[in-house]
């Protein structure tokens, strides 16, 4: 028997996982790093910093490990973009998905006549959340420093030149950046002259079961393995949270609510939605990751928390259980109050970055605690409107499987089923993306047959059942919150510009 481990590079910290062959976690770590938001609508991180994440977190497990280590696979965050000088050494911080100053950038691309067909190609709605957009809008507010880069890189492929020398990026993850043809597995000529990007400044296209040898001596040493220790590539984490969760097969869909959210489903051939607002992104061969992203999952629950549940003592306000017990002294429905719960901007359904919140249907009748369930339903009904346009393109759903923390609050998981009208299966395994890594990468070593096996290692710890007078209280509801975030739509500009 062999051991792997599974490191997710994500947002707010690096998750390792060493598991064994059948997907039981033996050892952990997990180790954040800062985000510098130091200026309207930036999101930045230092590469160092997660590098250093990385390497910390991959010392402490290598030391609990009780057989040979066969691999170490990688998921990462989407959408990340950093400027390399000719020795790899940053030019710049990490821009991550949540930076939104590429906003102008992204509404030039929009009105562009081929921005339909720049989609179709590419699988990624634009917005400013894509390396292509933060490309475009650099060369045009930067342009001695987009010229003087010489690599363009997304994280992971930062941390893999730095732990083995070789500058290499999975088609996973390229899909998510705008610049990559899905169709045919290449760079796409027409975006990278949009971005003022030439294919050779960026990394060596890969697929996610492709491994790396090279491990530098002093590594291998520090970690105790091989220098020739396989490093999986790996792909993006959201693609891998599916295998994780195993939600891979026709109709099983996965549901993520952590402080955003996403909704995402696997089909065989790729499959684009006729109006740009769902993305296509690669998993493995005869495998692609059908959804939509939205930015507001439990960030809506923090304000909620922090703005409408502030004691005397604003440093301590009700916990987040609190919150929720008093939600359930709600009826279904927060008594005809609805809350849009664009506090962030939105990703999908609306992919507008100055989408703006809103509750509807107030009354004096309503007290905090209805605030506080409109404020959860408001969540659940953005994931349902992304859910049904994702069902349009792949089929109904049969289950969904949940992950995130939200996972943990009865209340939630009982809203979630009632709004999709679907059981909610809450696998036993919270680090998904490890998982997904790690599955991975037994298939790419060939100790187990194929991404299939994963279905003997994801144990199910509950399900929760829709209750029909919930359901019946939501379809009445739902259709006129989908009809109020359609008119207001066209307010959200008019809003922005006003100071």
């Given at each position: 028997?062999?051991?792997?481990?599974?490191?997710?590079?994500?947002?707010?910290?690096?998750?390792?996982?060493?598991?064994?062959?059948?997907?039981?976690?033996?050892?952990?770590?997990?180790?954040?790093?800062?985000?510098?938001?130091?200026?309207?609508?930036?999101?930045?991180?230092?590469?160092?910093?997660?590098?250093?994440?990385?390497?910390t977190g991959l010392t402490e497990v290598t030391a609990k490990a009780t057989q040979p280590i066969a691999g170490i696979s990688f998921s990462a965050a989407m959408h990340s973009l950093i400027l390399l000088d000719d020795h790899f050494a940053p030019l710049t911080r990490m821009y991550t998905w949540a930076d939104n100053r590429a906003a102008s950038a992204a509404q030039q691309l929009r009105e562009r006549p081929d921005a339909h067909a720049l989609y179709w190609r590419t699988g990624t709605p634009i917005h400013p959340m894509t390396p292509l957009s933060k490309l475009v809008?650099?060369?045009?507010?930067?342009?001695?420093?987009?010229?003087?880069?010489?690599?363009?890189?997304?994280?992971?492929?930062?941390?893999?030149?730095?732990?083995?020398?070789?500058?290499?990026?999975?088609?996973?993850?390229?899909?998510?950046?705008?610049?990559?043809?899905?169709?045919?597995?290449?760079?796409?000529?027409?975006?990278?002259?949009?971005?003022?990007?030439?294919?050779?400044?960026?990394?060596?296209?890969?697929?996610?079961?492709?491994?790396?040898?090279?491990?530098?001596?002093?590594?291998?040493?520090?970690?105790?393995?091989?220098?020739n220790t396989p490093l999986i590539v790996g792909a993006s984490?959201?693609?891998?949270?599916?295998?994780?969760?195993?939600?891979?097969?026709?109709?099983?869909?996965?549901?993520?609510?952590?402080?955003?959210?996403?909704?995402?489903?696997?089909?065989?051939?790729?499959?684009?939605?006729?109006?740009?607002?769902?993305?296509?992104?690669?998993?493995?061969?005869?495998?692609?990751?059908?959804?939509?992203?939205?930015?507001?999952?439990?960030?809506?629950?923090?304000?909620?928390?922090?703005?409408?549940?502030?004691?005397?003592?604003?440093?301590?306000?009700?916990?987040?259980?609190?919150?929720?017990?008093?939600?359930?002294?709600?009826?279904?429905?927060s008594h005809g109050l609805l809350m849009h719960p664009y506090l962030n901007g939105e990703r999908a359904p609306l992919w507008d970055a100055n989408a703006r919140g809103a509750y509807f249907g107030l009354t004096a009748r309503h007290s905090r605690a209805d605030l506080a369930r409109a404020a959860l339903e408001g969540i659940c009904f953005n994931l349902a409107h992304v859910a049904k346009m994702v069902q349009a393109l792949t089929g109904p759903f049969t289950n969904l499987q949940a992950s995130g923390g939200f996972t943990r609050s009865e209340t939630w998981r009982q809203i979630l089923a009632d709004s999709f009208d679907t059981t909610v299966t809450i696998p036993a395994s919270f680090e998904s993306s490890s998982l997904g890594a790690a599955v991975l990468g037994l298939a790419s070593l060939g100790l187990i047959p194929d991404l299939s096996a994963v279905q003997t290692m994801v144990a199910n710890d509950?399900?929760?059942?829709?209750?029909?007078?919930?359901?019946?209280?939501?379809?009445?509801?739902?259709?006129?919150?989908?009809?109020?975030?359609?008119?207001?739509?066209?307010?959200?500009?008019?809003?922005?510009?006003?100071?």
């Open positions: 028997m062999t051991e792997i481990i599974g490191v997710d590079i994500g947002t707010t910290s690096t998750k390792i996982v060493l598991y064994d062959q059948t997907g039981t976690a033996i050892a952990s770590a997990n180790h954040g790093y800062p985000l510098y938001q130091t200026e309207v609508g930036m999101a930045e991180e230092d590469p160092a910093a997660i590098y250093d994440a990385v390497i809008w650099l060369a045009q507010t930067q342009p001695a420093l987009h010229q003087q880069a010489r690599w363009f890189v997304d994280i992971k492929a930062y941390v893999l030149q730095r732990l083995c020398g070789q500058l290499v990026t999975d088609y996973s993850i390229a899909n998510a950046t705008g610049l990559f043809d899905l169709h045919q597995l290449k760079w796409d000529s027409q975006a990278l002259q949009l971005a003022q990007v030439r294919a050779e400044q960026l990394p060596q296209l890969v697929d996610t079961t492709t491994q790396l040898t090279g491990l530098t001596p002093q590594l291998a040493k520090q970690l105790g393995l091989s220098p984490d959201g693609c891998l949270a599916n295998l994780g969760v195993n939600a891979i097969e026709p109709g099983v869909a996965a549901i993520t609510i952590g402080t955003s959210g996403a909704v995402r489903v696997v089909t065989d051939q790729p499959k684009l939605d006729p109006q740009g607002r769902l993305f296509c992104y690669y998993l493995a061969p005869n495998r692609w990751v059908i959804g939509g992203p939205v930015n507001n999952g439990g960030n809506v629950l923090h304000w909620v928390q922090t703005t409408l549940f502030a004691t005397e003592n604003p440093d301590k306000p009700l916990t987040y259980e609190q919150i929720t017990r008093l939600a359930t002294q709600v009826p279904a429905g509950q399900q929760q059942l829709p209750k029909e007078t919930n359901v019946a209280i939501y379809r009445e509801l739902y259709p006129i919150y989908e009809q109020l975030a359609t008119a207001y739509q066209p307010i959200y500009q008019q809003l922005a510009k006003f100071k």
